[in-house]
């Protein structure tokens, strides 16, 4: 009896001329030829540092620096160690891109609704915005804000504004907690209160979804989640109150925080730059929204607080997000432009680190990584939120 071999599945054919087993096996070849590459790239700058007699590792961020730094998110002087130094400049610039996440969320949000506004003049203004701060490099404007503080008056001549806050060229000196520790610690607890509540009122609206039971003690039990933490921490550091109050002796100011024309010029060009790429995003968002669902809850007598928070904000969000997302990292990577100004950002602590200890390829890898996981982070972050506000098909 003669045998026919079966045509109909893969186990008849050769192993080398079956698709999935050729697709793995160049796929395999290329990532081979991938680490290859990488070892090969490494060995050969491992062997020129050697030539030129310089060494490699991470050893030297426990060595002493040769700098100072003249704005410092905490305390830094010449002698402390370079990874230090590189803390300082990770502070300031998470510091500088969270505030100016901050003010250009809030200014794009405003100016995005009011460029759908049936007012002719407030419409008109946010376009004129939108047209200026987008259309003009974002370098010129740092620039342009650093000249303008620079421009203020000097310190025995500084305008103030209810002997409480005072601007010269020195930068705007506002007042400041005697304790910033516990403050900061105070503020992050408040975030996580805020955060922790806005978790609990969504399962609890999707437990009224699901049962249809409202719950009765909502409102106090979030009110308790929000300051409870921050109380807490309050207690915990010894009831600080004590404020510190800016004032001017001599041909300087005692007192208060001074925020540096430096920080002010980086933190106005992010924040005004941004801005006016939110707003077109949130009008977007808004536009998105199918005018039959605005006419039909006008139609049941919806208030105009309840319309946006229960019919747009929900549509409008999962829109409104991932290209939010896209801004918030572009500013945390723009920061780097502080550069320009002096600003001590971790490109700029950086830069100054590789040119003392000669360290260029540990220090630019190190930075990398750095802005690489900050930018995960704020797209993780952004994906979590984003999974919250989608709206689940049937």
């Known amino acids: 009896?003669?045998?026919?071999?079966?045509?109909?599945?893969?186990?008849?054919?050769?192993?080398?001329?079956?698709?999935?087993?050729?697709?793995?096996?160049w796929q395999a070849l290329l990532l081979a030829a991938l680490a290859a590459l990488g070892i090969w790239l490494v060995l050969n700058a491992r062997q020129a540092l050697i030539d030129r007699g310089m060494t490699s590792g991470l050893g030297f961020l426990f060595d002493e620096t040769q700098f100072a730094l003249g704005e410092a998110f905490f305390s830094f002087t010449?002698?402390?160690?370079?990874?230090?130094?590189?803390?300082?400049?990770?502070?300031?610039?998470v510091l500088l891109s969270a505030v100016s996440i901050l003010t250009a969320s809030i200014i794009g949000a405003i100016v995005g609704?009011?460029?759908?506004?049936p007012n002719a003049l407030a419409s008109s203004l946010a376009r004129a915005y939108v047209y200026a701060f987008r259309n003009t490099p974002q370098l010129v404007q740092i620039v342009f804000w650093y000249t303008?503080?620079?421009?203020?008056?000097?310190?025995?001549?500084?305008?103030?504004?209810?002997?409480?806050?005072?601007?010269?060229?020195?930068?705007l000196t506002i007042p400041a907690p005697e304790n910033m520790t516990a403050f900061t610690a105070v503020a992050a607890a408040f975030?996580?209160?805020?955060?922790l509540a806005w978790r609990v009122a969504h399962l609890a609206d999707r437990r009224r979804r699901r049962t249809g039971q409202k719950?009765?003690?909502?409102?106090?039990?979030?009110?308790?989640?929000?300051?409870?933490?921050a109380l807490l921490v309050w207690l915990a550091f010894g009831m600080p109150l004590a404020w510190s109050i800016p004032e001017l002796k001599g041909f300087n100011f005692a007192g208060g925080i001074t925020l540096s024309p430096e920080f002010l010029a980086i933190y106005f060009g992010l924040s005004f730059y941004i801005a006016a790429f939110i707003a077109e995003i949130v009008r977007g968002g808004l536009l998105s929204v199918d005018s039959g669902q605005i006419e039909a809850a006008n139609a049941i007598g919806l208030t105009r607080i309840d319309l946006y928070r229960r019919v747009v904000a929900p549509q409008a969000l999962r829109v409104i997000i991932p290209p939010l997302a896209a801004q918030y990292v572009s500013l945390l990577k723009n920061s780097s432009l502080g550069v320009a100004v002096g600003y001590p950002d971790l490109f700029s602590v950086s830069n100054t680190m590789l040119t003392y200890s000669g360290r260029t390829i540990e220090v630019l890898c190190i930075m990398a990584a750095v802005y690489l996981a900050l930018s995960?982070?704020?797209?993780?972050?952004?994906?979590?939120?984003?999974?919250?506000?989608?709206?689940?098909?049937?």
């Open 1 to 25: 009896m003669t045998h026919i071999p079966s045509t109909t599945g893969e186990s008849a054919v050769p192993f080398w001329r079956q698709p999935r087993s050729r697709a793995i096996s």
């Open 78 to 93: 010449s002698g402390d160690t370079y990874l230090k130094a590189f803390a300082v400049g990770l502070g300031n610039t």
């Open 113 to 117: 609704f009011a460029r759908l506004s």
């Open 148 to 171: 303008f503080f620079t421009l203020f008056p000097a310190a025995r001549l500084s305008w103030s504004f209810f002997d409480f806050v005072f601007a010269s060229n020195r930068g």
């Open 191 to 195: 975030l996580a209160g805020c955060a």
């Open 215 to 229: 719950w009765k003690s909502a409102k106090p039990v979030l009110l308790a989640t929000i300051f409870v933490p």
């Open 376 to 394: 995960l982070a704020i797209g993780a972050v952004a994906n979590f939120v984003n999974g919250f506000v989608q709206i689940p098909e049937r």
